[in-house]
């Protein structure tokens, strides 16, 4: 078979999928395709949701284009896109978008997707890490961050105290990022060798893949 077969066959499915959005626990018949499902399912099964932004190196926009800085990750040091994910308590792929170049702050790409008039209008509870601090201000009785770190000058008790709290938070958190780690067991997403404009399609079609793989878990 010709190569170019194959990449036709690729351009024509890779949309399919990305629009199949992702399976209901359960109910794998059943399908989230926005962050409003999401919401909305999270809010009539008494879900909490877990959220967290990952990274995935992409090549290096030519010099002299415009926007290339964007892509550089302050905290990969790389050229980077990024994706956020939401799983349930069970680390099972409910959402994956948000897609945007690495240097935008995880919490930025999250707002820009109206999350935050999703709170307001949905009772859900979620988990996310120190990255979200400032969500976690703005509803804090629905969004739980790491608690922050006592000042130096702390009592010995207080110091414990934070450090059991924060590992309570994170053992209850990390589910997400092993939905993370199980999205990045597939080649492209190790790294990003493509065009950019076809990487989000790829990640939503791969996160849907896994979704309807731990639907039944």
Not at 34 to 63: C, K, M, N, Q, W
């Amino acid at each position: 078979m010709d190569r170019s077969t194959i990449t036709r066959a690729v351009h024509e499915i890779r949309p399919l999928l990305a629009a199949r959005g992702f399976a209901v626990p359960g109910s794998p018949d059943l399908r989230l395709r926005t962050l409003a499902d999401v919401f909305a399912y999270a809010a009539s099964h008494g879900v909490e949701l877990r959220i967290d932004a990952t990274e995935v190196r992409v090549r290096r926009p030519r010099a002299n284009r415009p926007g290339r800085r964007a892509f550089v990750s302050g905290k990969m040091r790389q050229n980077t896109k990024k994706a956020t994910v939401i799983t349930d308590e069970k680390g099972r792929t409910l959402w994956a978008g948000a897609f945007r170049p690495g240097r935008q702050h995880d919490q930025t790409a999250l707002k820009t997707e109206g999350i935050c008039d999703l709170f307001e209008r949905f009772q859900v509870r979620g988990k996310v890490d120190a990255g979200y601090r400032g969500l976690a201000r703005q509803f804090p009785d629905q969004v739980q961050a790491p608690p922050p770190k006592p000042k130096k000058d702390a009592p010995p008790e207080d110091l414990a105290a934070w450090e059991e709290a924060r590992k309570q938070q994170s053992s209850e958190r990390i589910c997400v990022e092993h939905a993370n780690a199980e999205h990045k067991q597939w080649r492209p997403l190790q790294r990003w060798i493509g065009r950019r404009e076809y990487f989000d399609q790829t990640y939503q079609a791969i996160a849907g893949l896994v979704s309807d793989r731990t639907a039944m878990r």
